[in-house]
């Protein structure tokens, strides 16, 4: 054994009312668990003790290797983290099989951390067959289901337990409990499958003693220097293998691989053969006794068949335990939720016959059905679920199942909870349970109290006290319990009458008050109608206290849930990469669970029977997973009109109205009675509900139909269409119809419809798109008549003042007269104003453009300045000799402008030469520039008028 460590004996050596840690005061000790001792202990608080626990306890200082087997250097870190993630997955885990988490009280002062658990009061599996030997093949038959059921729990937590073994196992008031997860691999990678493990150099253990299979928290090297003969790698290159010989997993002692699901597995087939052989499968008969055989512990032999250790055990057990204890991981089931519904298949048919399946007709999955207590044998997936609601229900009176639409609640509680409580998973008392089913609908009372009534004699009559009264006397008078499932409780906030709902709850509150020995109740609810419900006065806090949440399956589960099915009447997928291309179209549509169900019922139907196969073939024949339900759907409408001309729109617009009266405004399901879908749809409407029964669109339901489940409302297009579109006629619809049953109930405290309501709903009655009753048309012309009165008497009322005041208007009327024609004359006098102003205002505007134009002209003239300088450039030339110049004149820039009164310069002195005489006429202010003295020669004027 290994000693404790210094930290854990030094608090269990204090005195005894000082052996404390937290809230827990340690007792007396109840075990040992590899390196943590396990102790009873009570928790209290402030003097009051509240209850035992079992604490295990670690040492954050131990100096020893640590839980996973590595070096101690950051020992205390470690631990710490091992032991906190444990307790993490741990409060992860839900089932009734299943120890369950408490608190992790931590003496950092003492350096000590402990799990505090669910302590359990029974006798322990060893002690059991330590007495008798052996159990029967009923008992092991038991066991077995419950810790295999466990094992997939913890699995799916992401745990290995590590020690299944018959001192780990505790019959508990007839339920069996897994306890001791202090050495859990929590941080070990967790296979979904095995796989072919990488083969070091394998252990050769020789023959060891028998005794050792009582030993736990063995290290290998005391496993090799405890036989001769035994050949390994140095032992300190090993570590530690935790676990006790005889069901520790082959490979892990062979070749050191970490522990996995499989290694479970293969405790639990130990401990299944132990129960009916009375020896651990390693142990042979040696000389003086029984020793266990090396080649069976690390794999070199496979243990003898059961059926030669016991010849009493069923083949069919015999067969599955062998396989659980084969030496080669990759040779056990793959799970061990697969193990527990074989286990269960042998117990039925030892119990009363064998139970058969649904016929291969019918197949393994239901379309937009649910699944029903019949199909409990091909109902895979929700082991989980099923134990965490049944542990549920063990201690609360009320449980509700509460997940999204779609998620598969109702399946979940048919098939999975109330058979599972039909065969005793609540306990050994009562030990016979009966079933009742309702759903709320529009009237809960007679939905309940006719569930109730075969067990309940006058239950109709009974009022909710009453009623839980004759429950209990009835299951302490017949020790049979009954559990009552109120599916779709979502109804009592759409649909329900008023005075049903109150029954409803009513009765709910009074059944959770407390756990009635004997009776339970089980609801499920749409996630996101939790609002209106949680409003239901006290309902609310029923359903927060014992809700278990639902989630839809996953993608990997999905194709485990698929090869399961289809191994239940011997078929298989095609080859791999069908089980691929299956894999990556489940990932995409995995969370909508009816259209999953859908799909592989089509796939079903499209199988090979011959050669026992689903195939790609048939997969490409439905079109995919994600399209065949809209496909089908839309196929089935087309499908209606049947080729005949002039059908098609008549049977459309019985389609769509059929449809719409199945779903509420609100956009959930509605069960309506035929006679009253024939009013909303119209003769057309039995042909289309018979295409839609037989398409699986709609189903049967109690009081008449409804859709097959509400997935069609979020994944058939058309139809989620068709519920948006009419939408706001339907609540003022219903609204109308509301208004009218008040009005037919007291005609005159109701408000009949005015102004603009009163024509919404007289169109909505034109319309014809929804049928209003008799009764609504009869409110809506009561209505009309109430307003054409009101206008009656509105007109006599105008009419009489009218009279009163014709003496006075003749005056008043020549004044109003004379006031009018003086205003037309002030209007004429303004026109003719206006005119006038128009008029300036134009000749103005005329003025203006001469002025513009005259300003634009004046830009494009040459300036003073040039003048002056071409008058100076001819006075130059003509004192030149010669002939004067020929060719155009042109005016040179000008060097520097001159003052604008400067007078130009004096004319050019007489010569004998012909002159030449320039003119400027300037036009401006100021006065003219002094003319050229005259000449007697010729001259050329050049004028220039500005």
Not at 610 to 622: M, P, Q, S
Not at 870 to 899: D, H, K, M, N, Y
Request: glycine share 8%; with cysteine; proline share 8%.
């Amino acid at each position: 054994m290994i000693p404790v460590a210094p930290s854990i004996a030094r608090l269990l050596d204090r005195p005894d009312p000082e052996r404390r840690l937290g809230p827990f005061l340690l007792i007396e000790p109840l075990g040992r668990g590899g390196f943590a001792p396990v102790w009873l202990a009570r928790e209290s608080y402030g003097g009051t003790e509240l209850r035992t626990a079992a604490v295990k306890l670690f040492a954050l200082d131990a100096p020893g290797p640590d839980l996973a087997g590595r070096d101690p250097s950051p020992a205390a870190a470690l631990r710490r983290r091992s032991v906190i993630e444990e307790a993490r997955l741990l409060c992860q885990v839900e089932h009734p099989s299943v120890v369950r988490f408490y608190a992790l009280p931590v003496d950092e002062e003492h350096g000590v951390i402990a799990l505090a658990m669910e302590h359990v009061a029974g006798v322990s599996l060893d002690r059991t067959l330590a007495a008798r030997g052996t159990l029967t093949v009923a008992e092991t038959l038991d066991l077995g289901i419950a810790i295999a059921s466990a094992l997939a729990a913890v699995h799916r937590a992401g745990l290995v337990h590590r020690d299944v073994k018959p001192a780990n196992i505790v019959d508990a008031a007839g339920v069996y409990k897994l306890i001791d997860f202090g050495i859990a691999a929590a941080d070990a990678p967790i296979p979904r499958a095995p796989a072919a493990d990488r083969e070091p150099e394998r252990a050769r253990l020789a023959d060891l003693p028998h005794a050792l299979v009582r030993s736990s928290g063995t290290t290998l090297a005391g496993i090799l220097s405890a036989g001769a003969g035994a050949t390994a790698e140095p032992t300190d290159a090993l570590g530690p293998i935790f676990g006790t010989l005889g069901y520790i997993d082959p490979v892990i002692l062979a070749t050191r691989a970490p522990a996995a699901p499989a290694s479970d597995l293969y405790a639990l087939g130990a401990t299944l053969f132990e129960c009916l052989a009375g020896r651990v499968p390693a142990a042979l008969p040696a000389a003086g006794g029984l020793s266990l055989s090396g080649e069976i512990l690390d794999g070199r032999a496979r243990p003898p068949p059961l059926l030669e250790v016991a010849p009493g055990a069923p083949r069919a057990l015999a067969r599955l335990v062998d396989a659980l204890l084969s030496p080669d991981r990759r040779d056990r089931p793959a799970w061990a939720e697969p193990v527990a519904i074989a286990l269960e298949q042998i117990r039925g048919e030892l119990a009363g016959g064998e139970r058969a399946l649904p016929p291969e007709s019918v197949g393994p999955f239901r379309g937009l059905g649910r699944f029903d207590e019949a199909d409990r044998d091909v109902y895979f997936g929700r082991r989980s679920e099923v134990a965490a609601a049944v542990e549920m229900l063990r201690s609360r009176g009320v449980v509700a199942l509460v997940g999204p639409s779609g998620s598969g609640k109702s399946s979940l509680a048919r098939a999975g909870v109330l058979p599972a409580v039909g065969e005793g998973a609540l306990g050994a008392w009562p030990p016979r349970w009966d079933r009742a089913v309702a759903e709320p609908g529009a009237d809960p009372r007679a939905a309940v109290t006719a569930a109730l009534s075969p067990f309940i004699p006058r239950a109709p009559e009974l009022m909710p006290e009453e009623i839980v009264a004759a429950l209990t006397a009835r299951a302490q008078a017949e020790e049979r319990g009954l559990v009552l499932l109120l599916d779709q409780l979502e109804e009592l906030a759409t649909v329900a009458s008023p005075g049903g709902r109150e029954f409803a709850v009513a009765l709910l509150c009074r059944l959770a008050e407390h756990a009635i020995p004997g009776v339970r109740v089980l609801v499920t609810a749409r996630r996101d109608w939790l609002d209106p419900l949680l409003a239901l006065g006290p309902l609310g806090k029923v359903l927060v206290r014992g809700s278990v949440l639902i989630e839809p399956i996953s993608e990997l589960a999905w194709v485990a849930v698929l090869e399961q099915a289809l191994a239940a009447y011997g078929y298989t997928l095609e080859d791999d990469a069908l089980k691929e291309e299956l894999t990556a179209e489940l990932k995409e549509a995995a969370s909508a669970m009816p259209l999953v169900q859908f799909a592989l019922t089509e796939l079903w139907d499209k199988r090979d029977a011959l050669n026992r196969k689903v195939t790609r073939a048939g997969l490409r024949a439905i079109g995919g997973i994600a399209g065949a339900l809209e496909r089908h759907a839309d196929a089935t409408l087309r499908a209606l009109a049947g080729g005949r001309p002039g059908a098609a729109e008549t049977e459309a617009e019985a389609a769509r109205a059929v449809l719409l009266a199945l779903t509420t405004p609100q956009g959930t399901r509605a069960t309506r009675a035929r006679a009253e879908l024939a009013r909303s749809a119209g003769p057309a409407c039995e042909e289309a509900l018979e295409a839609f029964e037989r398409a699986r669109l709609i189903v049967a339901a109690d009081g008449g139909v409804t859709l097959a489940h509400e997935s069609l409302l979020a994944r058939w297009e058309r139809l989620r269409a068709w519920v948006a579109e009419a939408r706001e006629d339907r609540l003022l619809a219903e609204e109308l119809e509301r208004d009218a049953a008040r009005w037919g109930a007291s005609p005159r405290d109701a408000t009949l419809w005015r102004g603009r309501r009163l024509a919404f709903g007289e169109a909505l009655r034109r319309r014809g798109d929804l049928r209003v009753s008799p009764r609504a048309a009869a409110f809506l012309d009561a209505g009309r008549r109430a307003e054409r009165r009101a206008a009656l008497l509105g007109a006599g009322a105008v009419a009489a003042v009218v009279l009163a005041s014709a003496s006075f208007g003749a005056a008043y009327l020549r004044e109003v007269r004379a006031r009018e024609a003086e205003v037309l004359a002030a209007l004429r006098k303004e026109q003719a104003s206006r005119e006038l102003a128009e008029e300036q205002t134009r000749n103005v505007q005329k003025a203006q453009d001469r002025i513009d134009q005259l300003l634009r002209d004046l830009a494009d003239s040459p300036t003073k300045e040039a003048v002056l300088a071409l008058q100076e450039q001819i006075r130059q030339r003509a004192a030149l000799p010669g002939p004067p110049a020929r060719g155009p004149v042109r005016a040179a820039p000008p060097a520097a402008p001159a003052p604008r009164d400067e007078p130009p310069g004096p004319a050019p002195a007489a010569g004998a030469r012909p002159g030449l005489r320039v003119e400027t006429d300037w036009v401006e202010s100021g006065p003219p520039p002094a003319q050229p003295s005259a000449a007697p020669r010729p001259a050329l004027d050049v004028e220039t008028t500005w």
